[in-house]
């Protein structure tokens, strides 16, 4: 059983387009991050978010934190082209851990 | 700031022999970095946890003696694959944690990735 899984697993859609990337867990997390990754490339860091409720923006990206620290939302507005690619949720194993747990993974399309 | 390297970023080798991977933080000292593992169009899977002038921690059903990993100093750790086999071939990833300064504890910066392939 994965303790992140993330929905879809797959998105392809039309440039312009608006979507949601969903993590989802039955375990409290202290902290979620998001990473984005592209093919051939390691992840790059999007967003940390540590508060239950919390919301960060950046850009044309809306990260939300759920209320109970279980799951967390990436919502993309206007998708473009440039947005393709895999995005992963990831959290520490436990409070305080320094190792990480990715999530399953949401591969993105945008179509031009 | 904040950047990882690896070298190599590709290598193809042959069944039975070894390769070394090195990861390497560029303008910060890492006292722990962690080394991944992706499959295609999965997720990473992470296989050890280095820490600088100690035994690495593995996660279960890693073999210790198929991954060396030696972390010697700030801001260079190894991994060995050792008698490499096809199954072996992946994209390795590590990451690295700045030892204080100016990160929060979890989070990580990341190595654009070496991918190993072996005929």
């Known amino acids: 059983t994965q303790l992140l899984e993330q929905s879809p697993q797959f998105l392809s859609i039309q440039e312009g387009e608006n979507l949601t990337v969903y993590c989802n867990s039955s375990?409290?997390?202290?902290?979620l991050q998001w990473y984005r990754q592209e093919p051939g490339e390691g992840p790059v860091l999007l967003v940390t978010?540590?508060?239950?409720?919390e919301v960060k923006k950046l850009k044309r990206l809306t990260f939300q934190f759920g209320d109970a620290r279980k799951d967390s939302s990436l919502h993309i507005t206007a998708a473009q082209p440039g947005d393709t690619g895999l995005y992963l949720c990831?959290?520490?194993?436990?409070?305080?851990?320094?190792?990480?747990?990715f999530g399953t993974g949401t591969r993105l399309t945008v179509i031009p | 700031g904040a950047v990882v390297s690896q070298h190599p970023s590709r290598v193809i080798c042959k069944s039975g022999t070894s390769v070394k991977i090195e990861c390497r933080s560029l303008?910060?000292?890492?006292?722990?970095m962690f080394w991944y593992r992706q499959f295609p169009k999965q997720s990473l899977m992470l296989m050890a946890t280095?820490?600088?002038?100690?035994?690495?921690?593995?996660e279960q059903g890693v073999e210790k003696d198929k991954f060396l990993i030696n972390h010697a100093s700030l801001t260079l750790s190894t991994l060995t694959v050792t008698s490499a086999h096809p199954e072996d071939s992946s994209f390795y990833i590590c990451?690295?944690?700045?030892?204080?300064?100016?990160?929060?504890?979890?989070?990580?910066?990341f190595g654009p990735g070496t991918r190993l392939t072996v005929t």
């Open positions: 375990s409290v997390f202290s902290s």
């Open positions: 990451s690295a944690r700045e030892a204080g300064g100016r990160a929060r504890s979890y989070e990580q910066y």
């Open positions: 303008d910060f000292q890492a006292t722990t």
């Open positions: 978010v540590v508060t239950g409720g």
């Open positions: 280095s820490n600088e002038g100690s035994k690495a921690t593995y």
């Open positions: 990831a959290g520490p194993i436990y409070t305080g851990a320094n190792n990480l747990f």
